[in-house]
C-alpha cells in the first residue's frame, strides 16, 4: 500500500517542544520528508532524512526516523506561534518514480 | 524572490466552462509536477513532466490536462470543471527524480472554486 499517515492535530503552548509522528508502509522508501504548509500557501520543505540514518538535527528541528518500524517523527522545540500550520510527511522511493507520497498532514497549533 | 509562481491565486469558474490555471519556474528545474490538494487532504498527485515527457497518473481523470510549452512554463486545463474539482491546485518543481532525494519546490497554489 501507498498509505502514509498522521494524527490530524496536534496543540502546544509556546515554549513547549511538539512532537509530530508519521508511519509509512513501504519499506523502499529512500528519502522522507517533511514539508509544513501555511495557511493559503504551498507546501515549503522542511527538512528531510535519508532511510539509512536514525536521526538528523537541524536547529529547533530533529527528525527521528525508526525503519524497523516505519516510523517517522519531527520534533519541533520552543515551538513559536510561527510554528502553527499543517505538517505533511512525504516519502520518495528509489524506483526512478517521480512520485512523493504525503501523509494527511497534522495541523498544529500553537498556543500564547 | 518566488521561484514556483503560480497564477491566478484564486479562480472562479462556473461549472463546465474550461479553466487554464498556470505555473512558472525560474529555477529552470527538468521536473514539473501539478498536484490537487482538498481541504484536509494529502496533495494528490495529478501528473507531472520531466521535460516535454508527460507522464499521468493512472486515477487522474481525463478531465485534466496539461501542457509544457518550454521548461518554465507549464499549464493545467480542466475542460470541463465539476463541483468536485473545487481545490487548491499546486504547482511543484525538482531538479531531478523524486528517488535520489530531489526536493520538492511548490508555488503558493491556485484555489479553485466552481460555481
Known amino acids: 500500500g501507498e498509505d502514509v499517515e498522521q494524527s490530524l492535530f496536534l496543540s502546544v503552548r509556546e515554549g513547549d517542544s511538539s512532537v509530530i509522528n508519521c508511519t509509512y508502509t513501504d519499506s523502499s522508501s529512500t528519502y522522507l520528508y517533511w514539508y509544513k504548509q501555511e495557511p493559503g500557501a504551498g507546501l515549503q520543505l522542511l527538512t528531510y532524512?535519508?532511510?539509512?540514518?536514525d536521526m538528523k538535527q537541524d536547529q529547533r528541528l530533529t527528525v527521528l526516523l525508526n525503519k524497523k518500524d516505519k516510523h517517522l517523527s519531527l520534533r519541533i522545540a520552543d515551538t513559536q506561534t510561527g510554528d502553527s500550520a499543517i505538517y505533511f510527511c512525504?516519502?520518495?522511493?528509489?524506483?526512478?518514480?517521480?512520485?512523493?507520497?504525503f501523509g494527511t498532514g497534522t495541523r498544529l497549533k500553537v498556543l500564547a | 524572490d518566488a521561484m514556483v509562481i503560480q497564477n491566478p491565486r484564486y479562480q472562479v469558474t462556473q461549472f463546465g466552462k474550461p479553466v487554464t490555471l498556470s505555473c512558472s519556474q525560474t529555477l529552470n528545474h527538468n521536473v514539473m509536477y501539478w498536484y490537487q490538494q482538498k481541504s484536509s487532504q494529502a496533495p494528490k498527485l495529478l501528473f507531472h513532466?520531466?521535460?516535454?515527457?508527460?507522464?499521468n497518473e493512472a486515477d487522474t481523470p481525463d478531465n485534466f490536462q496539461s501542457r509544457r510549452p518550454n521548461t518554465s512554463f507549464c499549464f493545467l486545463d480542466i475542460r470541463s470543471p465539476g463541483l468536485g474539482d473545487a481545490a487548491m491546485y499546486l504547482c511543484?518543481?525538482?531538479?531531478?527524480?523524486?528517488?535520489?532525494?530531489?526536493?520538492?519546490?511548490f508555488g503558493s497554489g491556485t484555489q479553485l472554486s466552481v460555481l
Open positions: 513532466y520531466y521535460d516535454k515527457d508527460f507522464n
Open positions: 512525504a516519502e520518495s522511493r528509489t524506483s526512478g518514480t517521480y512520485k512523493y507520497i
Open positions: 532524512i535519508f532511510s539509512n540514518m
Open positions: 511543484a518543481t525538482s531538479r531531478a527524480a523524486g528517488g535520489l532525494g530531489e526536493k520538492l519546490f
